[in-house]
Structure formats: C-alpha cells, structure tokens
C-alpha cells in the first residue's frame, strides 16, 4: 500500500468527521436555544457524573452512589423524551458520519485494538487497484440491467440451447442474487460466468459488487493478468510489488478476476492461480468469495488449466453460462 495514499484519505477522513461534528454541535446549539430544559439536564448531568466519580475515588458510598446512578438515568430518561417529543429536528444533533461503523476515524477500536475499517480499505483498493475497472457502479446495478437486450428466440442450432437468452439470464440473476443474499454462508458457491464477449459478464460482476459495497463489503477487481504477474512479481520480490496486494487478494471479501485466459498460461501462473483459488476456498478468517469471468467456454478452460484449477471450479463454483448475441448492438 502506498504510505502517501492512506496519508491523504486520513486527511479527508478527518475534515469530513470534523465538519460532521461541527455541523452537529451547531445543530444541538439552535435546539439547546429553543429547548432551555436540554441544556439544564446537561449541566446537571456533569454535575453528577462528576460526584459519582468523586465518591468512586474517594469515600465510595455505595449508598450514595446507587443514588447519583438512579438519578443520573432519572434525567436520561427525561432527555429522551424531550428528544423524542421534538421529533426529526432532534436528530440533527447527532454528527451524520458518512460510515456508522468507524464514525468517519478509518478505524474501528475494540477497546483492545484497532483495526482499518471496510470503508477505508474499499477507498484504498479503488485508488490502487480497481482504478478505472469499477468506477461506474453508480450506473452498473441492478435497476439498470435490461433484459430486453437479450434476445427472446429459441433456437438451439443458433445457441445451443433449450431456452432462449432472456430465460437464461433470468436464471442467472437468480443465482448472483442469491449470492448476495447469501454472502457470508460458507455453504453458499462461487461464480464462473462464461461466454462469449459483449453478453454482460463484466456488467453482472459489477452490479454483484455494488450491491456488497452496500452491505460494507469489500470488492478488489484484477484482470487475470494483472493479478497473476503482480503475484509473481511480488514472490520474486520486483520493487514494483508489494505484500499488501498478496495479501489483499487472499483476504478481501469478493474478488473479481476478470479475462481469465488472457493471461499467457505457463506453468508458473498456473501454479499461482491455484495457490489463490485454494487459500480463498479455505479462509478461516472470514467468508470471502471469488468470482471469475472469462471469454474461454468450458471445454477450452478444461484443456488450458491444470487438474486442480478445474476440480476446485467444479467443486466451489456456479458455473453460468452467458449465450446470445452481442448486447453491445443492441443498446
């Protein structure tokens, strides 16, 4: 990971939870202002956190401090259903993080230790390595995936199948929403999606993707290439490479490989993409899926790849099988 890219996101993370706060201490100001009774309930609210943490430290009264205790909660109560009676207003004066879970920091603390939250590693994994690849999810989503691009004719002499092409993609959105749905199941498989070009196997991966960025998932993209001289590079220890990436690619909650077989196989990347595919399958950190994306029909990957690149797509994946015509000429 480049140090000057997680330097200049923390950067932003801090101005964006800095005006978040700002903006919500002057939100509870106005409120405060409108609403007297708050602000006393706040002052007698430190006044008794305060004496509570006095008899703690000192005579400990445990009589006493049962008693500051049921009146502390006495007035939170109060407080909240001031807050509830106001209604929406009162909402303003929480800060309004763009991530609840780290509250806008990067990180989230356990109380023993820290670690970099999803929303900071998905930022640092569009910067370094999705780039360009990803970058139009806010268009490439379910609503905007039109079947009527597919074509309704059967004719297996034409495709050679049984069901037309907008049957078959029916079926193949059922079974990548039900990957979604069923992300984090260990029971749940991997995807294949096999075809020839311009029948939306990028496009599905990416509506696949947007959806699980919602869920606060993390997507890392790689075509097959890319992935495979980076891996090798990093092993043979290229300044250009890095652990971080390695690490990445065995560790991140979806990773989508696209353009399998474009990749120039020798028996060194055939080594490695099995290495992957196997660390990914056996993870017990955490669920992590896989999704791969390539031109090649099946027969031709049976023929390219090794006997255990093909056991373990066999065994652990959902092979879906794209078949039509070009959609490209069609929009």
Do not use: W
């Amino acid at each position: 990971m480049n140090n000057s890219t997680l330097k200049s996101l923390l950067i932003e993370y801090d101005k964006k939870r800095i005006l978040a706060e700002e903006l919500a201490q002057k939100n509870k100001e106005k409120l405060y202002n409108k609403f007297p009774e708050l602000d006393n309930i706040d002052k007698k609210l430190s006044s008794l956190a305060l004496a509570t943490m006095k008899q703690l430290t000192q005579n400990n009264d445990k009589e006493l401090i049962e008693k500051l205790n049921s009146d502390i909660n006495a007035l939170k109560k109060q407080k909240e259903e001031i807050l509830k009676s106001i209604g929406k207003e009162a909402e303003s004066i929480i800060p309004n993080y763009e991530c609840k879970v780290c509250n806008d920091t990067g990180y989230i603390f356990d109380g023993k230790s820290s670690k970099m939250c999803n929303c900071l590693k998905q930022r640092i994994y569009n910067i370094e390595y999705n780039k360009a690849n990803i970058s139009n999810l806010n268009k490439q989503n379910f609503d905007n995936f039109n079947l009527n691009l597919y074509s309704e004719e059967v004719s297996n002499d034409k495709y050679g199948s049984d069901i037309s092409p907008r049957e078959n993609i029916k079926l193949i959105l059922d079974i990548a929403k039900e990957f979604i749905s069923n992300f984090d199941s260990p029971d749940e498989k991997n995807l294949l999606f096999t075809g020839r070009t311009g029948l939306g196997k990028t496009f599905l991966s990416s509506c696949i993707a947007n959806e699980l960025l919602k869920k606060g998932k993390t997507v890392l993209y790689q075509t097959s290439s890319v992935m495979l001289d980076t891996i090798i590079n990093y092993h043979l220890g290229k300044s250009n490479s890095s652990y971080d990436i390695y690490e990445h690619l065995l560790n991140v909650d979806l990773l989508i490989i696209d353009d399998l077989g474009t990749e120039g196989i020798n028996n060194l990347k055939l080594v490695e993409l099995f290495n992957l595919l196997n660390a990914r399958l056996l993870n017990s950190k955490k669920p992590s899926k896989t999704i791969i994306s390539t031109n090649l029909s099946l027969q031709n990957i049976f023929d390219a790849y090794d006997e255990r690149i093909v056991s373990r797509i066999i065994g652990y994946y959902n092979i879906c099988y794209f078949f039509g015509d070009d959609i490209r000429f069609n929009k």
